[in-house]
């Protein structure tokens, strides 16, 4: 054994030598990652560097899937379900990566929007599916969405990250002056990423005029969807720029997607169906905007009518609903309401899983009566000591027609004592709803209609009795301007209830 007898380095000395074992070991990290990572693009068949295997975007699809049905809900239709199966599996098959498993899925969504994660899961919101005017439509945003899949962006994403960051603890670790302005840095790299995603994006356009082009249908109407989907941001407050939008500017594609089809078209001669009919007769009776059965606010009062309950909800303070839960919060922040299921079986039981589940330090937990219904009523206190900071939660545990409803209040303890009042008055007042009128609500749905006489599309909307205040909206979920004629015999969307 060998013993070294030497003088304990300055605590200067020992910074820069823990500085440079930091960054040496930073590099040796990125380095092996490189080395052993590179991979080949199922779609470009170039080498490029990938930290997330398939295997793993398999098992991230597999557990964002329940996730993301838990937050949206499922629409069910058997007949759009069958639809974009079929069209799904007949255009992965002549993907890039055909052997994914991939899954098609409709969510119970108002907003128009497509998405895919990793693995193969494509999601259709049945607010674009209300938007599409014919199967050509679809199958080019199936495509695209595919692409994304294929051309393995989700995973790129995740690599660029990885070395972004990396590369910011690099430099906040060499320079002083370049912790002084980390956050600038991270915008920079923010930036640098959403081109990444501009760029994606475009490839995925690419894709989807060819996946749908190879199924059979006439890509150039995706090109005219995203004239739709311009109209669609201008009439909610202005359209998205190109600088700074992860998707690029939808005259943009209109034009890119446009030629990309002719193109493809001109190279391949073939007839390239539209589908127009086809498809609007199958969404015929679909739920248009939101949905009023799965909850709505009318009068400062939250109803929801499949499960019969109803409760006030605080004046200005924002509501959002979804399948998973209701969140109520003031526009200042903070504080926030939040009501959703309980797992356990009794209101006790579900106070108990709260507290193990928050860590939480009780203040008072009792039992009682509210409104006919067994309740559990519960204060207590989550503290953060590192930041010195506790926050307090109202809770109300109430169980109601077999299920335990949670109502949770929270807010900073110092400011406990201004929010309580409006988190008892809530949550005292959640009741049955009996209210027949309330009960009854139906939404709005998607109904085709034929034109009886060749005119404009505005005149055969007012045959069908559609209210002045809705044209325009109309015009944009039929794809067309008001103005534009339409023949007799010729189908056409409206809403009803």
């Not at 910074?15 to 779609?43: D, E, G, R």
């Not at 209040?409 to 008892?424: A, V, W």
Request: charged share 20%; net charge neutral.
């Amino acid at each position: 054994m060998y013993y070294c007898i030497c003088q304990l380095p300055s605590r200067k000395v020992t910074k820069s030598y823990n500085m440079k074992l930091l960054i040496k070991t930073s590099l040796i990290f990125i380095l092996l990652h490189v080395a052993v990572s590179c991979a080949v693009n199922p779609v470009t068949g170039k080498k490029q560097l990938m930290l997330l295997s398939e295997d793993q975007e398999k098992a991230l699809g597999l557990q964002s899937d329940p996730e993301i049905l838990a937050s949206m809900g499922v629409y069910e239709d058997p007949v759009l379900q069958q639809f974009i199966n079929e069209k799904g599996n007949q255009m992965a098959s002549i993907s890039h990566r055909p052997n994914l498993g991939y899954q098609f899925k409709i969510v119970d969504s108002p907003v128009v929007n497509a998405f895919a994660v990793p693995g193969g899961f494509v999601y259709f919101t049945r607010g674009i599916m209300a938007h599409f005017n014919n199967e050509a439509e679809f199958a080019g945003v199936l495509g695209h969405e595919i692409g994304h899949v294929t051309a393995r962006h989700s995973a790129q994403q995740y690599t660029n990250q990885i070395l972004v960051q990396g590369g910011l603890v690099l430099g906040m670790v060499l320079s002083e002056d370049f912790r002084q302005f980390a956050d600038v840095a991270q915008v920079g790299s923010t930036l640098l990423l959403l081109k990444f995603g501009r760029d994606h994006e475009s490839q995925s356009d690419r894709l989807g005029v060819e996946y749908a082009s190879k199924i059979g249908y006439d890509a150039r109407e995706m090109a005219g969807f995203f004239r739709t989907i311009n109209r669609l941001s201008d009439s909610g407050g202005g359209r998205i720029p190109t600088f700074l939008s992860t998707h690029p500017d939808p005259l943009d594609r209109f034009q890119k997607v446009g030629e990309e089809a002719l193109k493809w078209q001109n190279a391949r001669p073939g007839d390239y169906k539209i589908g127009r009919d086809s498809y609007l007769r199958m969404i015929d009776g679909l739920v248009y905007g939101e949905d009023p059965r799965q909850g709505y606010v009318d009068a400062g009062v939250f109803y929801h009518p499949e499960l019969k309950f109803q409760f006030p909800v605080p004046r200005d303070w924002p509501l959002e609903n979804t399948p998973a839960q209701v969140q109520m919060a003031p526009k200042d922040g903070k504080a926030l309401m939040l009501l959703s299921l309980s797992q356990a079986k009794t209101p006790t039981d579900a106070a108990q899983a709260l507290i193990q589940k928050g860590s939480l330090t009780v203040v008072e937990n009792r039992a009682t009566t509210l409104n006919g219904l067994p309740v559990q009523i519960m204060i207590a206190d989550q503290v953060n000591p590192q930041k010195n900071t506790a926050i307090r939660v109202l809770a109300y545990f109430i169980q109601y027609n077999g299920l335990v409803y949670q109502l949770l209040g929270l807010s900073e303890l110092k400011d406990f004592l201004i929010y309580s009042p409006t988190f008892e008055q809530t949550m005292r007042n959640f009741r049955p709803l009996t209210d027949l009128s309330r009960m009854n609500v139906q939404p709005e749905r998607i109904r085709i209609k034929t034109v009886q006489q060749a005119t404009t599309l505005e005149q055969a909307l007012r045959s069908y009795h559609m209210p002045e205040s809705r044209l325009q909206e109309l015009a944009i979920l039929n794809g067309m301007e008001l103005k534009d004629q339409v023949a007799q015999g010729m189908l056409i969307k409206v809403v009803e209830k």
